[in-house]
Structure formats: structure tokens, C-alpha cells
């Protein structure tokens, strides 16, 4: 596979622990950071606000960050919205209405339980024209979703905002999923290197199969469950500006990243 090679102009991330992309280089640095405010997303008209799901919110909480940091314009920004299970309590409610009182099932629940919820509410709020896309692949979503961004990003030239996210999991389902916390990370990728330009992002296809590169000690409580926190590895080598992780892809399509300055 021919090397990717991008740049990043802004990261957002949150978590129950982190509010954003700074709370992470703090804590990584030996720092204690203040608990996170739940997630604003600030970027929705307040109507919007009020009336979106939680997956929604916490999608662009982290999505409203990396454009904040990389000063792009949404109106032209192609976007990736991934997750691996979507809205979770809406399913959950879902599946407890069909199973007690089938006719009582609400259109609105069905409306924000599509996976495409979180790009639909984006692209309206900010006017964006530009593509959008849903990425899921389990626990390997993320890997899938950084690998479509970027050759988006490459293919069209352009640059591309890739948000990955998970809520907690709700009834029955978190015997299924185990994911017990909230997560969600986001990525503005640029295929040349301008202004803004943060840090180097290589990706290549790895050979052969290993276990995905861990992600720090300290990041444990993030990492556990989540699948969209299969992210941490390689945020913790953006807040260190430099390093090499291996990220999971689907069947044999692991990603190795390579995260090195700015040209």
C-alpha cells in the first residue's frame, strides 16, 4: 500500500475524566486535570441542542474542537462520523418498546437511532455542503475511520474532519458491548502541510498481525471498553508530537502511524 502521508491542524476529545485535547497533555505530562463539563456542542443552535441524543452532543462536542484548533471553514469540509454502536440508549429503548408495546414506538427515537444522526446534525449547523460519511467496523472503527479520512483527504485533496465516538451502553446491551463510559475523539486531517499545521501523520498498511499498540498506563480507565478509544495510542503520540503505534483495522488492515513535526 502506497504511505499516506497527512498533517493535523486540530484534535478534540472527551471523556468523563478529560474535557479536551489539553486535559490529555496535561495528564500525560504528570498533571491533574479538573473533571470534564458534559459535553456542550456548542455548535448546534440551542433548539438542536436540547433536542439531540447524547451520541449526538458528544460527536460534535469533539468535532466543534479539532475545527476550533484548526480554523477551518465547515461550509467546505468533508466529514467522517463514526461509532461503533451508535446511540445506545436509544436502541436500548427501542428494543424495550417493540418487546412491551410495539405500537408505542416514537418516530422521533427511530429518527436519531440512524448511525448518520451525528453528521446529519453536524452538516445542518454548520451549513456544510461538502460529503459526509458513517464509518462503522466494531472494534475497529476507528482504525477504519482514520483510514477513510485519509484517503478522502489524499484522493479529493481536501482537507477532511474525522470524529470517532461511543456513549455508554444502556440495559441488556452492555452485556454485549462492556462499553461502560463515554468516549470521543476527533480529527482535522489536511493532505499538505499549512499554517495551522500541528504535527506530521504517516499511515501505512501493517505486515503481518500483532496486538494494537496499548495505550498509556495512565489512560487506562479511558481505554477500557470503549471501542472509539482505540484512538489513545495515537493521541498520546500527537500530545508527544512524535512516536510510532499500531492501530486495528478490520481482517488484516492494521494501520501503522507515524506521528512526526510539521514540515
Known amino acids: 500500500m502506497t504511505t499516506l502521508d497527512l498533517h493535523i491542524?486540530?484534535?478534540?476529545?472527551?471523556?468523563?475524566?478529560l474535557g479536551d485535547f489539553a486535559a490529555l497533555r496535561s495528564l500525560l505530562a504528570g498533571g491533574t486535570p479538573a473533571a470534564a463539563a458534559a459535553?456542550?456542542?456548542?455548535?448546534?443552535?440551542?433548539?438542536?441542542?436540547?433536542?439531540?441524543?447524547?451520541?449526538?452532543?458528544?460527536a460534535v462536542e469533539v468535532a466543534g474542537q479539532a475545527l476550533a484548533m484548526g480554523g477551518r471553514d465547515p461550509t467546505a469540509l468533508a466529514c467522517v462520523f463514526a461509532s461503533a454502536y451508535g446511540d445506545q440508549s436509544i436502541t436500548d429503548a427501542i428494543c424495550t418498546t417493540l418487546a412491551r408495546a410495539p405500537t408505542e414506538l416514537s418516530p422521533t427515537r427511530f429518527h436519531h437511532s440512524v448511525h448518520n444522526a451525528a453528521a446529519g446534525y453536524w452538516t445542518i449547523a454548520t451549513g456544510c455542503r461538502a460529503p459526509s460519511s458513517a464509518v462503522c467496523a466494531g472494534a475497529h472503527t476507528f482504525g477504519a475511520a482514520l483510514l477513510e479520512a485519509a484517503t478522502q483527504a489524499l484522493a479529493e485533496q481536501r482537507p477532511v474532519l474525522l470524529a470517532c465516538s461511543d456513549i455508554a451502553s444502556r440495559g441488556p446491551l452492555t452485556e454485549m458491548?462492556?462499553?461502560?463510559?463515554?468516549?470521543?475523539?476527533?480529527?482535522?486531517?489536511?493532505?499538505?502541510a499549512g499554517a495551522n499545521a500541528l504535527t506530521q501523520l504517516r499511515l501505512r498498511m501493517a505486515d503481518g498481525r500483532a496486538a494494537p499498540t496499548p495505550a498509556p498506563a495512565a489512560l487506562a480507565s479511558e481505554a477500557a471498553g470503549n471501542p472509539s478509544a482505540a484512538a489513545l495510542p495515537l493521541l498520546a503520540l500527537?500530545?508527544?508530537?512524535?512516536?510510532?503505534?499500531?492501530?486495528?483495522?478490520?481482517?488484516?488492515?492494521?494501520l501503522l502511524a507515524t506521528v512526526g513535526p510539521a514540515a
Do not use: Q
Open 9 to 17: 491542524e486540530g484534535i478534540g476529545l472527551w471523556s468523563p475524566r
Open 177 to 192: 458491548t462492556r462499553c461502560e463510559h463515554p468516549f470521543g475523539c476527533a480529527l482535522l486531517l489536511t493532505p499538505a
Open 39 to 58: 459535553p456542550v456542542a456548542a455548535l448546534l443552535p440551542a433548539n438542536e441542542r436540547r433536542r439531540a441524543p447524547e451520541s449526538v452532543r458528544l
Open 238 to 254: 500527537l500530545a508527544a508530537r512524535g512516536g510510532e503505534c499500531r492501530i486495528g483495522g478490520a481482517g488484516a488492515r492494521d
